[in-house]
């Protein structure tokens, strides 16, 4: 350990470790144990594997989920003179070889990857060929399925700790509960009595405050005098990009000077606006919660949640990115009936139908493997085809993968390569008489001044490998004749056993599938009530943000003394009503507009507001002016109202769809099994709770 403390202060400049760091590194270190750090937003982390990393002989691999956060880390790191480095797929080639060579060598103490990187079979050879003395897992909470920032890649990481024999473990996150912090610890062997080192998410200085707005207007005219009188930095969390950047046009004109943030901005305004937001004095970011990751700003002074978090574990994570050098700060959250349901309608929109997962699984299971045992498939085109979202097909992948050991993901490929060359290079490729290059001029089309060749037909219809065929691309290309730009990525896996085959035994397996997506929804509901029962609640706010973390005696006698309990006595009066009743005039005006009768489900979500690839492709989504029309009325209730509708229609298909699908060996659907739970959604009020 002194080592370690020598570490700290030579490299990263502080002379004693805060929190619990020094324990948890000495666990690693001295016990060569696996562990667990639950520190709160800003709480230092990182430091428990990066000072580890230079104590250690072998690679440090961490994994981390976002790649811009990868590269800020990185960047942190080197400009101490730490050997580190991240790798993905924004990399040249010549600076993936520098890092994977760097690897090799033992020169690299620190490398950066994404979950994802994990199905890459290049990275598991180079993996192999390296001592892991440490794997970090950032955001860790992102394993547990139950967990609020699910990703199903996260859970392959235990199996590559496995497979790679690591030494040691150590899993990171600020936000999890106890189940999801026992759901970790069980993955990666971690004893939940001594390797888990715990920091109570209370801070005394921050001050939360709920308020009840009928509109956005409301809530303007209330934020409006607080951001005038405004001391420091303040983030205004939205729920939607369209949120972020109305709210900041309201405060244009009241010389606020607000910036807006979020994804669907270009990368360089993004990173413009949150290095003008950390230089500041007083800046005012309108933000969705793209916004914050990597954010370490001291003198933030009041983050306020114009639209309500839909979990505990964002709230948690957002409000912690205030006051961080100890000076009060506000944490201001707005409650209000109209942002229910666009709430609600994020947790309703992963579920799709369960006939769509009969048929995408009939389509795995019928694929005939490759003469290598890999099949393949579009994510893309499935997704459009079988209405399921992108994060909800790669978590039945992960099923079929993790849960029923028929398939392994494996590097993915892409399909077409558009190709460029100067006449000189046109002149090489011409004259190259190999296999391959005949089949590649055989098939390719012009494009663009070049051509575009789809290897994955080239090489059936030419009956080649199409490895071959991408080998010789890149062989033109590393030779300086072309240039070349590879686009549609196919996922492929290799078949570990046979898949169910049957009608029967197809059912079975979706049904099981199926039943995980309904659960999990209704996850993910509880979840938005759960923080409304707190904003709500009579108690003190931030010992019910501290007990609901598994730190109960946090504070001091349970009582902070200002926020909106403890400043008035009484939790804040809120109601949301929803009609139950879908009214009829208003279903007829949705089904006229879209023709199908197959799936009662894709109806609800047009009427309801909650995209899908399928309404996106039929131009029933966000464009359409009855999109979103019937937000009013409870879900479940829809999905009942166009069953009635679909089941008179015998659940057929439009042929007149203009979305372009798969065939379907079936088109007939029954739905009586589609509402994912029997309780209308209705009051939320401080009288309706104790009814529940």
Request: some cysteine.
């Amino acid at each position: 350990m002194e080592k370690a403390r020598q570490i700290l202060k030579d490299v990263f400049g502080f002379d004693s470790f805060r929190l619990l760091q020094e324990e948890a590194i000495t666990r690693l270190l001295v016990h060569n144990e696996n562990a667990l750090v639950l520190f709160p937003t800003g709480g230092g982390k990182s430091l428990t594997y990066q000072v580890p990393a230079l104590c250690l002989d072998g690679l440090t691999l961490v994994i981390s989920p976002l790649i811009a956060l990868m590269k800020d880390q990185v960047d942190a790191l080197v400009r101490r003179g730490v050997k580190a480095a991240n790798l993905d797929s924004t990399l040249t080639a010549d600076r993936a070889a520098w890092v994977k060579s760097e690897v090799l060598s033992g020169a690299l103490k620190i490398l950066y990857v994404a979950p994802e990187r994990l199905n890459n079979e290049s990275f598991i050879a180079l993996m192999k060929r390296v001592k892991i003395s440490l794997l970090a897992i950032d955001e860790a909470h992102c394993i547990s399925q139950w967990g609020a920032s699910f990703r199903p890649e996260y859970l392959k990481i235990a199996r590559f700790a496995e497979e790679m024999d690591v030494e040691r473990v150590l899993c990171l996150t600020a936000t999890a509960t106890e189940s999801v912090a026992k759901d970790i610890c069980t993955s990666f062997y971690i004893d939940q009595k001594d390797g888990v080192f715990k920091t109570p998410v209370y801070r005394p200085n921050l001050s939360f405050k709920v308020e009840v707005a009928s509109n956005l207007d409301e809530k303007l005219d209330r934020i409006i005098p607080m951001l005038k009188a405004r001391t420091g930095p303040v983030i205004i969390y939205c729920t939607l990009q369209k949120d972020a950047m109305e709210v900041a046009n309201h405060l244009d004109p009241h010389n606020l000077d607000p910036m807006v943030y979020h994804a669907g901005l270009p990368s360089e305004e993004r990173e413009r606006i949150q290095v003008a937001f950390m230089e500041s004095e007083k800046g005012i970011v309108c933000a969705t919660i793209a916004f914050g990751m990597g954010i370490d700003k001291a003198d933030i002074r009041s983050v306020i949640h114009l639209h309500m978090p839909k979990t505990f574990e964002n709230y948690s994570q957002e409000v912690g990115r205030a006051g961080r050098d100890g000076k009060p700060s506000t944490c201001l959250m707005f409650l209000s009936a109209a942002d229910i349901p666009v709430l609600e309608g994020f947790a309703r929109g992963d579920t799709c139908s369960k006939r769509d997962i009969e048929l995408w699984i009939q389509e795995v299971a019928l694929k005939e493997p490759a003469t290598d045992g890999t099949i393949y498939f579009n994510h893309y085109e499935q997704s459009k085809t079988y209405d399921i979202r992108a994060n909800v097909l790669n978590l039945c992948y992960a099923q079929l993968e993790l849960d029923y050991n028929y398939i392994r993901a494996i590097t993915p490929f892409f399909s077409f390569y558009d190709i460029s060359a100067s006449s000189k290079g046109m002149q090489a490729i011409l004259t190259d008489n190999s296999e391959a290059a005949q089949i590649i001029r055989r098939y390719w089309r012009p494009k663009g001044g070049g051509y575009q060749i789809d290897v994955v037909n080239a090489a059936e219809w030419g009956k080649v490998d199409r490895v071959e065929l991408a080998r010789t691309i890149s062989g033109w290309e590393m030779d300086g004749h072309i240039t070349s730009k590879a686009t549609q990525i196919r996922a492929r896996y290799l078949v570990i056993n046979p898949m169910p085959k049957t009608t029967d035994s197809i059912k079975e397996l979706a049904d099981k599938i199926y039943q995980r997506m309904l659960a999990r929804e209704e996850e993910a509901v509880q979840k938005l009530r759960q923080v409304i029962d707190f904003a709500t609640g009579d108690d003190c706010l931030a010992h019910a943000l501290a007990t609901y973390f598994g730190n109960p005696d946090a504070v001091p006698e349970g009582m902070c003394g200002q926020c909106q309990f403890c400043a008035t006595g009484s939790g804040v009066d809120f109601n949301t009503e929803v009609s139950a009743v879908a009214d009829s005039g208003r279903i007829q005006h949705i089904l006229q507009a879209c023709p199908e009768r197959d799936d009662p489900r894709l109806l609800a979500r047009m009427a309801f507001g909650i995209t899908s690839p399928r309404l996106t492709a039929g131009k029933w989504s966000t464009s359409h002016p009855l999109f979103g029309s019937m937000v009013d009325v409870d879900f479940n209730a829809l999905v009942a109202a166009f069953d009635t509708e679909c089941a008179k229609a015998g659940y057929m298909r439009s042929t007149t769809s203009v979305v372009a699908t798969a065939p379907r060996t079936a088109q007939k659907r029954s739905y009586t099994q589609s509402r994912s739970s029997d309780t209308p959604r209705g009051s939320y009020s401080k009288r309706a709770r104790g009814r529940r």
